[in-house]
């Protein structure tokens, strides 16, 4: 079938290569030329395990192209996929501009039946303005009988499994009031969905409602999880074992139970903030969801607290190692991340950073900018050189076991802030490193 994606960033470009993979002739689309230049160059804009070969291989075999001409791109597809940036706006609601934008670049140019698939996350009534913003531009081109349908198709990617998750997809979610528009998205589905039916028909509101209830449940569970781990800590219990215990009850699960720094990324501070906007302008108040955001926005400090319990509220002349930057692992996105809160409230109270990170380093110079309280490095060791303490922001798997006793012998004093969790406490007790984590008990021997 013939597809364009329109915006090439994580999710038009997984979508398109996606696509290309399975047989399909795709284009991509994007304004910033810059993107455009480094994708006809052979490289990806972003670091996305499996993605590059896939791009590769389907560009070699003539099935991907890469174009910022919006006329090529539209005339191409039948279906046209809408992946553009959906920010939020200063109120906390998505800013629709570069889907309207998209929208109206199809209606300025299409010449026969296009199905728009809005992919990127947007609220409930989002096809009702992409419908009217190409419905206008027709109109103008003198073409009001041109048929055309609007589809949604939430994505349900995680970064850094963004492929896997396309290919093996949990659910497809199609939103569909058109009959051949439906059979279409069946047709190019069909291949990601041979197993077991995985496909979801149901109508467009549902569907767009759907992405949101998705990430404001997952939301839900992570924040709900750091605050127990607050109070974890304070009456003496261990939030990992809690969380093995209320697990395996399969109401409940174990998956996305860990408590943490905080939850970043480009989905769900955005999203959960949206939805609570969407039902303010609706006459309602989600006092849950409400306070999930309030509470993540506390996580996100809750290593600078530590910091301040540990060496006080003055932290002039101390020196930080931070271990990760992206807000998750195998990513370079530092949307949101819990370590750009982290160091800003560190360095606020005087302290310098020292921060490796295994992919992200150049994406945070970029974010951060050229600064003096802030040392990128590229190796993880040379971040503990002449540091207070370790923090660790970021689960990369290379963190996982670390040689502790070097660990140890670099730092100024053996203190370990774990933002992740990831080692025993009984252990680093033994090893006798002062070792707090999120929840956690801590069996700290070290004298402050
Ligand atoms: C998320 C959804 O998972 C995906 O389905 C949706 O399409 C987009 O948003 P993503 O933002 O890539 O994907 O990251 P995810 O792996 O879901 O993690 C989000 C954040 O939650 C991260 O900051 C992560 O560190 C945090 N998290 C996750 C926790 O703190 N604890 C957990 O148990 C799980």
Not at 194 to 215: H, L
Not at 222 to 241: H, Q, R, T, W, Y
Request: aromatic residues 6%; hydrophobic residues 45%.
């Amino acid at each position: 079938m013939k597809v364009t994606a329109i915006g090439a960033g994580y999710v038009g470009l997984v979508t398109g290569a996606c696509l290309a993979e399975m047989g399909n002739h795709v284009v991509c689309l994007d304004v910033d030329e810059d993107k455009i230049r480094i994708l006809n160059s052979g490289d990806i804009p972003i670091h996305e395990p499996g993605l590059l070969e896939i791009v590769q291989r389907n560009v070699k075999a003539g099935r991907l192209q890469f174009t910022s001409d919006a006329a090529h791109a539209v005339q191409h597809g039948t279906l046209l996929f809408v992946g553009v940036g959906t920010p939020p706006g200063s109120d906390g609601s998505a800013d629709l501009r570069h889907v309207v934008a998209a929208a109206r670049s199809i209606g300025r140019v299409m010449t026969d039946y296009k199905v728009v698939v809005d992919k990127s996350t947007v609220p409930v009534g989002t096809a009702d303005a992409v419908r009217a913003a190409i419905r206008e531009e027709l109109d103008a081109r003198g073409l009001p009988d041109m048929p055309y349908a609007v589809v949604s198709n939430p994505e349900f990617l995680k970064e850094g499994a963004a492929v896997e998750d396309f290919m093996k997809p949990d659910r497809i979610i199609i939103g569909a009031d058109d009959e051949q528009a439906t059979l279409l998205m069946r047709a190019l589905y069909a291949p990601f969905n041979r197993t077991q039916d995985r496909m979801q028909i149901m109508d467009v509101r549902s569907a767009e409602f759907t992405k949101y209830a998705a990430n404001a449940m997952l939301a839900t569970r992570i924040s709900f999880m750091n605050e127990l781990a607050l109070l974890a800590e304070k009456v003496g219990a261990d939030i990992e074992l809690v969380r093995r215990g209320i697990g395996s009850d399969p109401r409940i699960g174990y998956q996305f139970l860990y408590a943490g720094a905080g939850y970043g990324g480009s989905c769900f501070p955005k999203d959960v903030k949206a939805l609570v906007r969407t039902a303010a302008d609706n006459g309602i108040s989600l006092k849950v969801l409400s306070a999930v955001e309030a509470a993540n926005e506390r996580q996100k400090r809750v290593l600078v607290d530590k910091v301040v319990e540990r060496f006080g509220e003055d932290l002039r002349g101390r020196r930080f190692a931070m271990w990760g930057l992206a807000f998750k692992p195998d990513t370079d996105d530092m949307r949101e991340a819990p370590s750009l809160v982290i160091i800003d409230e560190l360095t606020r109270r005087g302290a310098t950073v020292a921060a490796y990170d295994p992919v992200a380093l150049a994406e945070a110079a970029r974010v951060l900018g050229p600064r003096d309280d802030v040392t990128l490095v590229k190796r993880a060791e040379v971040a503990l050189q002449g540091a207070d303490a370790l923090l660790i922001v970021t689960e990369w798997k290379e963190f996982r076991t670390p040689d502790f006793d070097a660990i140890k012998a670099v730092l100024k004093a053996p203190v370990v802030l774990d933002g992740r969790n990831l080692y025993e406490p009984k252990l680093m007790k033994a090893l006798g490193i002062d070792y707090r984590g999120i929840g956690r008990r801590c069996l700290s021997t070290v004298p402050a």
